[in-house]
């Protein structure tokens, strides 16, 4: 979508006196002048604290973060009150992992998740798993990143309390059938988590079509400013969660040894929130929605086909997820068999091109893929073809650069 690249101010800087190739959007979007205006605005004209003050910012500050809430809850589908502003995915898998995994998950019990997840979607099931003497399970999965479904019918039981799985691997691309996976684990009476830090950003998310109980996304990898994040939970659920934290704003009445809480979901929001994160993330979903996320969805298949192919060229690359762009996001991760990732990064950094590299904070994966660290180009609405040209081309210098053989660089010359 070369029409929108002038609304990223960003997008017109140079780095290392090249203009700016940003393939790093699985890590974190650049952010719209829109958003970026979003945020000055509010500290300029209507800085307050929310839901407690009777002056006029007060009232306008409270009014825009609520419509905010109201902005999310469309977006995916879901009532206000099951929306739960947090920092991001990572303290919304944490909030649910304190508050109703600690009060449901009894010894004996299972969780059931997949390799290829984000550390924040497997270290808190560690976590619950040793507290509460429940043991923890994993849908085996292919290299490529396709879960056994097979294997649902063995691993879904009466003790599983919990599927936490994620929508879209942030490595592999793969997109995972929750739908499915959410039907059969009902049936079992067990709830779903999903982890949609990277399909909420980049494909149409309803959560009454995903049947899901909770959905964790992040505001900065979709346009918002970093700090805001959501958890939606079902309100029938929530209603029987206790309070995460506790302080101000989340008790409507306080006697010196008990309180009562206040409605929801601010009973889930203790203390001062981030607001003018919230308010520029509703701006960033208005943005999304004009575009629509068909329409961002469609631009990332082909964008995505378009690399897939192209990456071919390379020699001695693997690339890995899927190969079909309908079960796949706009994420590719690849390795050489004789370049180090990091070399390949930093080659790539010198003329302007910034990808990912490392483990992506999914160590379990790298160990099924046999790799330490892969390099990961990551898609967005303002990525072009000519950028994936730039990318594929300067990867090919990069591993001429780095192969052993003839020395092909002259030495400067002593004269
Ligand atoms: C799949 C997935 N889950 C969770 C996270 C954590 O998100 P955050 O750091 O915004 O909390 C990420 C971030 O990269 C991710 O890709």
Redesign the pocket.
Known sequence: MVSIRKDFPILSRQVRGKPLVYLDN???SQKPRAVIQALSEYYEQHNANVHRAVHTLGQEVTERYEEARQKVADFIGAPAEGIIFT???????NLVSYTWAEANISPGDEILTTPM??H??LLPWQRVAQARGASLKFIPMSPQGTLSLSALDTLLTERTKLVAL?H???VLGAITPVKEIARRAHEKGALVLV?G??SVPHIPVDVKDLDCDFL?F?G??MLAP?GI?VLYVRPQVLETMEPFQLGGEMAREVWLDRATWNDLPIRFEAGTPNIAGAIALGVAVDYLRNLGMERVREHEIQLTGYALVRFQELPNTEVFGPWDTQQRGGIISFCHTGVHSHDLGTFLDHEGVAIRVGH??AMPLMELLKVSATGRASFYIYNIKAEVDLLVETLQKAIRYFTPGPRRVARPTNS
């Open positions: 699985a890590a974190t920092r991001g995915t990572t303290e919304a898998i997840e984000h924040s979607n994620t879209m691997s942030n982890d830090a990277q964790a992040s900065h990898k970093t994040g992506h904070c």
